[in-house]
């Protein structure tokens, strides 16, 4: 190891224990809750409900992070009691990768992915052999193939496959040609088709409105909602059941609607 | 490894043509703009037979723009150009314009330096008997750097080949979109490998060809070094 990087150890370290307050120094307080969540807008919701929890002697700590992997690292490593950043199909994913023992709290919210067009104004006018755009990654094809599935546009050999293609439909009626095409892509090229399959972020930076101009919007039935993860075995714990009941309340429910106005929706 | 035969059928051949639908029409429109563009940029160049400097710099400006493109940025760049052209900038033939637009400036070089590099004294004999410029370029330049250029349009299908590879983001198709979509996104590594050896193959094959225009050319002109 050479000297520069003898020197950042230290530094390391330190940025570590700071992303963990809790586990270096001072022993955690029987009250204290982590939660580990991405900042929009999970950490938002966590912060939302935060006084609800002090009220019942619970200290929520949100630990914030952007990375993926860490927070279902972090509990299963104990560092966090829960974490809020995923939906089942990545946390499924997840658990086989690493053989994690975890489960679902409860679902919270979904962004939902949306059929948008700029050409028709219901997905009963799709004319024949019309054409529909969908991303190609593999979590978001599957996810707008049951998107199609569901509105009674095409059928799959396996109605829940999260892993479908479009080598996987089994009926089109209306024979539509299923191009598939970069997510960020779709807005962009949202002139050139019949319809298209946009996830709620790409179609904010697009300028479309999920409850306004989507002709057909993901449910709170969807996959694809995240949920506040946990180890197995733990949902009877106290702590876990106040935050859930916090986080699943209808005071949640009118925060989420009314602040995030359509593109994120309660998925309970 | 999951020796996954029937998705590769399903994928490979109908992909293997959208590869070389794309890259051949790309190939030829590419060849019809770069060609006449070479042309104008190695006879207007400074000491050449219709030295034009300003009209030079202009069009050599255009031509380094055009290969400063990342091509997926050049892609995306061209959305309105395309959707004006094609009528839509999804798919297949959409693909076609990008794919186009960057080879005419690559081709447009490549005959650029082969023209330059006719020797002076055909070029000179043909304008003391009094040819004109047109004439020099169509009966001397041109014929004289045959081999040259079509050496450059080899290297210009191999290198749409690669860049044909890109054309998934808006849904062009071909091997590159398969080996990216269902090889590396979906971690199937036999798709991946097999995509990848019909790219090398097909390379190998434009690359053969090429060469072998080239040889037989140079046969009948006598100009082989060694039989």
Known sequence: MNRSNKRLLPILFAAIAAIFPGCSSKNSAQSELKVAASPVPHAQLLEFIKPDLKAKGIELVIITTDDYNMPNRALSEKEVDANFFQHIPFMEEQIEQFHYKMESLAKIELEPMGIYSKKIGSLNDLPLNGVIAIPNDPTNEARALLLLQKQGIIELDDASDLTATVLDISSNPKNLKILEVDAAMIPRSLNDVDAAAINTNYALEARLSPSNDALALEDQDSPYANVIAIRTGEESRSDLEALKEAMTSDKMRDYINQKYKGAIIPAF | ?227
């Open chain 2, 1 to 227: 490894m999951e020796l996954d035969f029937e998705l590769a059928l399903r994928l490979l051949p109908l992909q293997l043509w959208n590869t070389i639908y794309m890259v051949a029409l790309a190939s030829f429109f590419g060849v019809l703009l770069g060609l006449p563009l070479g042309v104008v940029l190695a006879i207007t160049d400074k000491g050449q037979i219709a030295p034009k400097p300003r009209l030079h710099k202009l069009l050599s400006t255009l031509v380094n723009i055009g290969r400063s493109f990342p091509f997926a940025i050049l892609l995306v760049a061209l959305i309105p150009f395309t959707r004006w052209i094609i009528g839509t900038s999804l798919g297949t033939n959409a693909s076609i314009v990008p794919l186009t637009i960057a080879a005419a400036p690559f081709v447009a070089r490549l005959v650029e330096n082969s023209l330059k590099e006719v020797d002076r004294h055909i070029v000179e004999a043909a304008r003391v008997m009094g040819s004109n410029a047109w004439q020099i370029v169509t009966k001397i330049l041109l014929p004289e750097a045959l081999p040259s250029i079509l050496s450059g349009i080899t290297l210009t299908l191999v290198n749409l080949i690669g860049n044909s590879a890109m054309v998934g983001l808006v849904g062009g198709g071909g091997l590159g979109q398969v080996a990216i979509q269902y090889g590396y996104n979906r971690f199937n590594a036999f798709i991946m490998i097999t995509t990848v050896i019909l790219l090398i193959l097909l390379v190998q094959t434009v690359q053969w060809g090429g060469n072998y225009l080239v040889r037989s050319i140079a046969k009948k002109r006598g100009t082989l070094l060694y039989e």
